[in-house]
């Protein structure tokens, strides 16, 4: 399995970015694939994520109504549109698989596969 994120960068407050997350190896019939965020100094939250089953997407409540994350099941890619970005967005965002179905919020230690990361600043 192989999970790949891209996208991140240096961005102003109320700018945008997009993240892309190409996974190889893992099946998008079932599980999740999941969007998370660590700022220096902090515990790793879950932003967003996405039942492959059934496409159920769940966010947290600090990016509701800004965020929104989609998938090309056929590339095999998930992105996370980040819009009317605050300073408190900043961190290394990773992408991570769950074979089983997460509940959500969902604790990050039980993901299964996580790719590098890739930082997002958001600073004027």
């Known amino acids: 399995v192989q999970v790949v994120e891209s996208g991140g960068g240096l961005v102003q407050p109320g700018g945008s970015l997009k993240l892309s997350c190409a996974v190889s190896g893992f099946t998008m019939d079932y599980g999740a694939i999941g969007w998370f965020r660590q700022a220096p100094g902090k515990e790793r939250e879950g932003v967003s994520a996405i039942l492959t089953s059934d496409g159920t997407r769940y966010y947290a409540d600090s990016v509701k109504g800004r965020f929104a994350l989609s998938r090309d099941s056929a590339k095999h890619i998930v992105y996370l549109q980040m819009n009317n970005l605050k300073p408190e967005d900043t961190g290394l965002y990773y992408c991570?698989?769950?074979?089983?179905?997460?509940?959500?919020?969902?604790?990050?230690?039980?993901?299964?596969?996580w790719g590098q990361g890739t930082q997002v600043t958001v600073s004027s």
């Open positions: 991570a698989l769950d074979y089983d179905t997460p509940a959500w919020p969902s604790d990050w230690w039980i993901w299964d596969w």
